[in-house]
């Protein structure tokens, strides 16, 4: 394929990418030391590509880590070519096989999750309580997955002229998976394996913040029976990421996209599928709230709140980022709040992220807060000390301010802003403000308030006296509004990942021919 013409709505993806890698042609610097990240097309490891190699950093320590082969125009065409072959085969694999071969890859997950482990180590920075939670949730994954692969159904639908009628749920084809980082080894098997239970291929665009980390999961799929051909792992460079993204998007043979990442960077990617008519699946980011409620259990709500806002530093989708208190309870809830912060001894350290300039954003969002007014409920520690580029202490915000950042942005990091509001009408309407709408909590004794207000949340899932981050296998997991659209998990995945075909069998009867042009 020529090379395609990049639009300035794609340049800017190019941009937004934070990769931290930086590509070399020819550098006096030996590399030789490094270990090589390949690409996986065609089921082979391939560690030369037409458009070379790039270094990639970890984001803490600034050392060198692995260099990475990227994909060119001729690599990306040949993962496609390899992706549709296979699929023509592995469209006709039954359910009960696939199923198999997914419940494998759990099976080696656990056999070489220290491996796994190791690679997202030697690529970043990420807690204990994160790596363990992250493996389970990737094994409930899968299990939902595999019998996904046997749910797959049509129905037989009434008719009006005695006719009968199949309707089958089919395949795509070829599947371009972008993955997000942050919870990698779910959301990497979420990416993989839905659209493969489906009947699907996959194109997986690796993240280029853990290249050894996706590189073991192209021969973990293969060594539990997954055919040649049936997932591609590339990596890009920064310099011409966009293109080659386009270039796959354009491509006939690629029949869909599923994407997880931030609302800008999904609507530049939505306006790519609009422009090459290509259906997609966009898991985008929030800004959830909790919500807690005069008859609450006030330490129930502190504790849930806070976990969902702190976990995983606050990298998380679904983060609750922040709490709408009704005003008979705030000052009261304000207190639990603060003691239950302190009761975790978080330590002045401030909480590591993987991406590089994530420390020098949330402290962007903080000095802008503290300008335009707010207040700090709690930080264990004096951020001026306690921060870094990849950096930030957990932190409490009163008195947020409509004028600041951190009011409309989605802060992707360890801070939580407090809100008071009189009533439960101000609370709904704060909470539907925002252009996002991923998940949101309740926290309240009164279920019959709960469910009144849950369906006015415009949410994709609204928790009652349970934290904001939840997914589970067989309930649908997407957004409303800016957060995206299309399902994951059960049901969902099968209609993000299958499309319907109407076969009509017609009993016998000529059609009168000579009434098409009787003049009346």
Avoid at 394 to 416: A, Q
Avoid at 504 to 511: A, Q, T, Y
């Amino acid at each position: 394929m020529s090379s395609i013409r990049i639009s300035k709505s794609v340049g800017r993806f190019n941009r937004l990418v934070h990769t931290r890698t930086r590509q070399f042609a020819s550098s006096s610097r030996s590399t030789s030391s490094l270990p090589t990240v390949p690409l996986w097309i065609n089921g082979e490891s391939l560690a030369s590509s037409s458009a070379g190699e790039a270094v990639n950093k970890h984001p803490k320590t600034g050392r060198e880590t692995c260099q990475t082969v990227v994909a060119g125009e001729e690599e990306v065409n040949d993962a496609i070519i390899s992706s549709r072959t296979a699929f023509g085969e592995w469209r006709d694999v039954i359910g009960w096989e696939r199923k198999g071969i997914l419940q494998n890859v759990g099976n080696l997950i656990k056999d070489r999750s220290k491996d796994l482990e190791e690679a997202l180590r030697a690529d970043s920075t990420f807690s204990d309580l994160v790596v363990k939670k992250d493996q389970e949730s990737a094994l409930h994954l899968l299990d939902g997955a595999s019998h996904t692969a046997i749910s797959v159904e049509g129905t037989i639908p009434q008719t009006v002229d005695g006719s009968f009628s199949m309707v089958l749920r089919q395949p795509y084809g070829p599947v371009l998976s972008i993955p997000a980082f942050n919870y990698p080894l779910t959301l990497a098997l979420r990416s993989i394996a839905y659209p493969l239970a489906c009947g699907n291929t996959v194109l997986l665009r690796a993240s280029p913040l853990l290249p050894q980390f996706f590189q073991l999961l192209g021969p973990l799929f293969q060594d539990a029976g997954l055919p040649k051909g049936a997932l591609q792992i590339l990596n890009f460079s920064e310099r011409d990421v966009a293109e080659r993204i386009e270039q796959i998007i354009a491509h006939r043979d690629v029949r869909m996209v599923n994407f997880t990442g931030s609302v800008r960077l999904g609507k530049i990617l939505a306006a790519k599928c609009g422009q090459y008519l290509k259906p997609s699946v966009m898991e985008l980011g929030g800004k959830s709230v909790a919500i807690v409620l005069p008859s609450a259990d006030l330490e129930l709500a502190a504790n849930n709140i806070l976990f969902g806002a702190f976990f995983n530093s606050g990298q998380v989708c679904m983060s609750t980022e922040q709490v709408l208190v009704h005003s008979e309870i705030a000052n009261e809830f304000e207190k639990v709040l603060k003691e239950v912060a302190e009761q975790a001894k978080w330590g002045e350290q401030g909480m590591e992220m993987v991406r590089l300039g994530s420390g020098d954003g949330a402290r962007d969002l903080y000095d802008d807060a503290i300008k335009e007014g707010a207040k700090v409920l709690y930080s264990p520690s004096d951020t001026s000390s306690s921060t870094s580029s990849t950096s930030f202490p957990p932190t409490i915000f009163s008195s947020v301010p409509t004028s600041s950042k951190l009011y409309i942005e989605e802060s992707f990091s360890p801070l939580l802003s407090l809100h008071r509001l009189s009533s439960t009408e101000d609370i709904i309407q704060h909470a539907n403000s925002h252009s996002t709408g991923l998940t949101s909590s309740i926290f309240t004794n009164d279920y019959r308030e709960a469910l009144d207000m849950a369906k006015e949340l415009e949410t994709g899932a609204v928790h009652v006296n349970g934290m904001t981050i939840h997914d589970q296998h067989n309930l649908p997991h997407g957004g409303w509004k800016d957060s995206g659209y299309g399902r994951f998990n059960s049901k969902g995945a099968i209609e993000s990942f299958t499309q319907t075909k109407n076969v009509r069998f017609v009993k016998g009867g000529k059609l009168p021919l000579g009434l098409i042009y009787q003049v009346l």
